[in-house]
């Protein structure tokens, strides 16, 4: 097979066809030919080495893979597959502790405290903090001796069901993120005490409860007896978890603080954006209705929330916990598979009947050794078989189940759990409703502290009165109040009275006698966010908790009240100014953290105003909580400075351009001599303030340097001007030179005339084409009768490589000349070198005949007269496919770039300005001619010029913007007023430039294209 002649269009066309073939299965062929072998032999070679840990490489897979892995991800039950990290969506939740007198940052107290436990409701954050927690700690961001440990995952019910010792279940979470046979790395680390062991759920033990107690034992007891002791963190479910179970190997305690209105609004601004969709706008809805409000401090009703939310459009918010589940059923089962046009060959109610059944009886009949939560194939089989008889397939039910619905996954061989526990235990509570009557379920259920949460779903369920005073009835009979409490809150329908009245003071009798403070004030808090006239007594009762609990000055109860009323704004707001005038520091400190947790208009307004206050320790506690908002709430801080007295010093605070001096200098103030806070700038600041005061000659450098800021920020942003001045001329060379090249191509072909642009002088010539065409085509025939008498070894298929593109015939040394210059003359538009001779052919005469070599000389001889001065390194325009090839390349250029844009819009929320992507453009097409040039002959002088054009500014812009200054104090002051988040999206816009560069390479290919219509030559003379 001979190839179609080079230069032609057809040649062109195939070549074009064949590298999009190679383009599109290049991948497939890498990983199958040249990938896999060489992953095979790295596995292989990576097993031997791994149990040595060489050079730390095993553990720094380790890291990579639980990077990569669901921990360093938001889990989403329900709505669209997005992929939120962690640290985007993470809201810092502080720990309550009965030893402690306010919130326990998660970090310090895991740095001071090397074992305790974290208790919790149901979707509280337990798992997610502990996940956090390991994230920060493998990027080294804790900023404690915690940086220093290794962290280890460990669900405790896989620990229970495969009965593995502590120890053994560490080594299996090595093995399970790629670090295998980790026995003696792990030996070692546990020796030194260098770890930090997560044990994840001991409510979801089941019956393996008395097992996984005495394996958590041993092994804090062995622990004990080393000099370095490991850190050993366990999570469980608040009623699941007895006093005693393990006081004495875990004496501290501490519990998951409930979302206040600042996580829900932090929570919900880290989800990137889906179908035009930003879920920061479902805030407000949230704060519109109290008992949706109170429902979302619970992280797991607020994700599946905020899911459903992002998924469904015209989607109504749920008004209670049950209808939550019901729709999470209803979407993953029926809506969700309806919007994405797929048909599900089983009805969705069927399987929802089959899950029913089998997650109650799985809670019912669980065995020591068994996994609670594991819904085995052969269960779903049965019960398939006892609705369907023999008509269905097993395999494609359980697809349909994982792929299509997502309500199941699996968990190991032939086994599956559900996506979230809280769905198993609300089927199970639908299955125990539907076929068993009350006296029954309570008699299974109500005696079991891990199934409770069924019995609260089961309530939830009941719209009989009579129904749910029983199950009431029964819990306060046993005086378990709280559990009562719980079974009401979650009811539907209102039971009697007399029930609610009689457990709402029962709970008021806890916090009299400073039991429980914090589960009974927050149960007594959401139950009077119910409607019903039946619960007036029980907002009376509240009213009075909190009046009981300001009268004391116990810290345990201020921490209570900020944690309950922090999800209650209109209580809080009537009661902040009491606390404010309280005896008591610690009660003070809670009216001020209470205005920052409530995050609403007016508490905001009032924060800001206590910056005005009197009182020192108020003014420093508003301060420090202000700083923190300066990142999160930027803007609305902006708004509200006129709340205070006009006033500016340049001295102390330079960056009046970034934030403004009337907030940012009362806060520094108040930071003068106490604890800084968590924002660089005010603490500058502060600080500046300080050493001005004492006139301390040791920090006298550090003023100096301070009171340079406003000359590095003017510099700064000159330097960005600047950057952007060179962005546009780029912009504006490029679009110059764009439509200078259509214009003079257009007007070259409609006058019939060839134009020629002397790039040294900068002079047009317009002459006659006809001869000049003639002598091409008579050159390119001319040229084509040499190659076939004197074939290249190049030939066939393989002229597609681009390597054999240019190949030439092997020729005698005596040819050799007189073909280089048919090429040169087949090729060239006008730009013809004097004194070729006809002596110079007759090399060819053995192949052309002489009549045949004197026309072709004679059409030579005939173009050169029309042209004005040859020797001169021009471009030529005439051909109308040359422009359409120049309009392709600039619009490939662009085109380049999309995939990055795409990536980065996804994976962070980028939105790139057009005057941004086109001004690069213009920058980059300049460099694309400017290879041009070089690849198709101008000359060293001239190509080296027209790549300073380029370089020299292209370089300035990069330097310029990407470094915008050196000074480091510069760089940390103006991320203090960024998000981590929204800094690190500037970064990578810049980064957008040097990305750029890399996508010249496949611009190669066209100029080799290009190179057939577009001549740049540079003639010499002789």
Known sequence: MNMPPEGTLYYILIATIVAAIVGKYSDILFKKIIYWPIAKVWNLFYKLIAPSNFLSLSFYNYKRHILRSKIARIETVVGPVLKIPLEQAYAPIKFISREVEQGIDLFEHTSKCNRFIVLG?????????????????????????????????????????????????????????????????????????KMLIILDGLDEVGVNKAFVNKEIREFCENDDLQQEKNHVIVTCREHSYQNDELRDVLPNVVKVEPFANHHIRIFLKGWPLHHKRNAIQLYSKIQDDPVIRDICRNPLMLTILTGLYMDVQNFEIPTNRTNFYENVVDELMIK???????????????????????????????????????????????????????????????????????????????????????????????????????????????????????????????????????????????????????????????????EIRLVSEKLLNYLSNQQDVEICLELLSSLTQKRDAVFESTREIFNHAIDLLAKRKGDSDASALETVLSASPEIAMKVIPGLLQHDSGRWKRAAVKLLHDIGTDDALDKLIQLLESSDSDIKYEASLLLADLIKTRKKELLKRKDLLPNRQDLNFWPLEDHFPSQIALPMAEALVGRDHSSNFAINSAAKAIEINTIKDKNDKNYLRAWYRIPFYLKAKKCLSYLGDFILAIGLFSVTIFNFTIIAITMLSFFNQDFIMVDINSFQIHSFSYESIINLNLEAKNLATIVEEHYPSNASGISRILPWNWEVEPILPDSINEAYKILLDLKMTFGNLVRNYKITQFHPLLELIPSNRLDEFYGLYDKALKVIPDPEISAIAFHSIPSIILIEIIFILVIMLNIPVIIMYKKYFNIKISPRFLLSNQGVLFLALIIALGAFCGVNLQTSFLLSLLLIIPYSLYMILTLFPFSNHLVVQLIRAFHSDKDYSKQFLIKQLSYIQIFFLFPVFYQNLILKRYLTIKDRRSK
Not at 139 to 160: C, G, N, Q, S
Not at 471 to 488: P, Y
């Open 121 to 193: 409701g149901p979707g509280t954050g337990k798992t997610t903090q502990m996940k956090c927690l390991i994230i920060n700690m493998l990027e080294k961001k804790t900023r404690t001796e915690l940086d220093k440990v290794i962290p280890v995952f460990i669900v405790l019910r896989k620990l229970a069901s495969k009965k593995h010792t502590v120890k053994e279940a560490i080594i299996a979470a090595f093995e399970k993120y790629n670090f295998p046979k980790a026995h003696k790395y792990v030996e070692t680390c546990l020796t030194r005490g």
């Open 336 to 498: 969700r598979p309806e919007r994405r046009e797929i048909k599900q060959i089983y009805h969705p109610k069927d399987k929802i009947k089959i899950l029913e059944r089998i997650s109650l009886e799985r809670l019912e009949t669980v065995r020591e050794n068994e996994d609670p939560e594991e819904l085995s194939t052969s269960a779903i089989r049965k019960y398939a078989y006892e609705l369907w008889g023999d008509e269905y397939n097993i395999r494609k039910l359980i697809e349909e189940l994982v792929d299509f619905n997502g309500i199941i996954k699996m968990s190991g061989n032939e086994a599956y759990t559900c996506s979230h526990r809280t769905i198993q235990e609300y089927l199970a509570a639908r299955e125990a409703h539907r076929t068993k009557n009350t006296k029954q379920f309570l008699e299974q259920f109500s005696e079991h502290d891990y199934l409770i949460e069924v019995v609260y779903f089961y309530c939830g369920l009941i719209r009989n009165i009579p129904q749910i005073n029983e199950i009431v009835s029964s819990f306060t009979d046993l005086k378990k109040w709280k559990e009562a409490g719980r079974c009401i809150l979650f009811t539907s329908e209102s039971p009697n009275e007399s």
